[in-house]
């Protein structure tokens, strides 16, 4: 499997630097080169395939050429653990639910499976890797419980000292063994510098070999396509066409939906539904980019003013040797094969409480707005069966959802036993050579 930066075709990788590296130096996004077609039989017959079956056909395909069968095999059945059920709303709409993994969102199995291709490509290694994250809540609580325990590799977190909220603290603190979380005095901006600075700093990396967890790593783009299978595989195979409708930050999962879509999977159209951090469906609209900073809203793991994966779907949809930019030569494409629509939080909070009314479904405020933008689509085109991502489970939003409902909802265990458990974090004031120094007494 090669990959190719999507700055520069010639600015080659194969998966092991793309993986170990994230990103390419001219940062551009790794793309593959090629995007094998999955055989029709196996498309026709995806209800004799387990979940993890699945994936390991999609890697197969994907990196067979590199990577032995049964080290593929293993390292998609210990990434994928944990289930993506489809439930029933009614004959037209359905809910992809991907947050049964250990931090309760979709950012679960790519975090895992990432951990376990570095992982198996540190094997051949004798030092410790070393994994540098800055998170502002939610990518550090699903990096932490995708890497936890593996291997040769430690995982560094630095979070901004109470800008996290109370759960998302202790999915950073309480785990332990090769987990550690550094508690900065300063802002999320503060802490993505001290690692910036870090990454940069050629006599530690002499010292120490260090690497991200980026979410723009084509290990978190992989199993992102698994589970659109999946849930295509759960509908029954008679009935209307089958769209997927998506609510977008990165448009990670909606890239990773592409992807299944152009390895055979017949997905008849996708939707990308945004809150007003709307440049996505702004550029369907008009075919003009304009990146803005982003605002904040209910649904903050999407907001987003600059998606990183646009580059990747412009990508997708270009056309090469044309005069005009990539970015518009790939809108006749891209606006064909995409709807978008955008939704305030006054909005969202009516689609949570009507979600609950109708179908006595309890819906986070991420999924409502795919809810939304989901009916919207079904007002034109009521001949489709629509597939909602729920993209994170609505206890991980409980001051909003207990408002906006006026009444308790249910809490899963895994959360749930969190509030209990002992915090464990070394404070650090924002320094770098602070944490320089405690990286290199550390490591
Ligand atoms: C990260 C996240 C999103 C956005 O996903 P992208 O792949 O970045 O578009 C949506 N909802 C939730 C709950 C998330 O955590």
Sequence with gaps: MKLYSTKNKDNVADLK??????????????????????????????????????????????????????????????????????????????????????????????????????????????????????????????????????????????????????????????????????????????????????FLDSELNKSIRLSSANSINIARLIPQSFYYFEAYKQLSKEGNPIVFCVPSGNFGNLTAGLLAQKMGLPIHHFIAATNKNDVVPAYLDSGLYEPRPSERTLSNAMDVGNPSNFARMVDLYRAFGEANSAVLSAWPGMKTAISGFAYDDLETESAVVEVMNKYNYTIDPHGAIGYLALEKYQKENPDTRGIILETAHPSKFLDDMVRILGHDIEVPDRLAVLKDREKVAHSTPNSYDEFRSWLLSNY
């Excluded at 079956?53 to 049964?70: H, M, N, Q, R």
């Excluded at 979709?106 to 998170?135: C, H, P, W």
């Excluded at 999915?171 to 508690?183: R, W």
């Design 17 to 198: 630097e793309a993986v170990m590296k994230g990103l390419p130096d001219d940062n551009g996004l790794y793309m593959p080169f090629s995007i094998p077609e999955l055989p029709q039989s196996f498309i026709d017959n995806l209800a004799d395939y387990s979940f993890q079956e699945i994936g390991i056909t999609v890697c197969k395909a994907l990196f067979g050429d590199y990577i032995p069968s049964a080290d593929i095999e293993q390292i998609v059945n210990n990434a994928i653990e944990f289930s993506a059920p489809v439930v029933r709303l009614d004959d037209q709409k359905y809910i992809l639910e991907l947050f049964h993994g250990p931090s309760l969102a979709f950012k679960d199995f790519g975090a895992r499976f990432m951990a376990q291709l570095m992982g198996y490509f540190n094997k051949e290694e004798s030092d410790k890797l070393v994994i540098l994250v800055a998170t502002s809540g939610d990518t550090g609580g699903a990096v932490a419980a995708g890497f936890y325990q593996t291997l040769g590799i430690e995982v560094v977190i630095l979070y901004p000292s109470g800008k996290v909220s109370l759960l998302q603290e202790k999915q950073l603190t309480t785990l332990g063994h090769n987990i550690t979380a550094l508690e900065v005095d300063g802002t999320f901006d503060d802490c993505q510098t001290l690692v910036k600075k870090a």
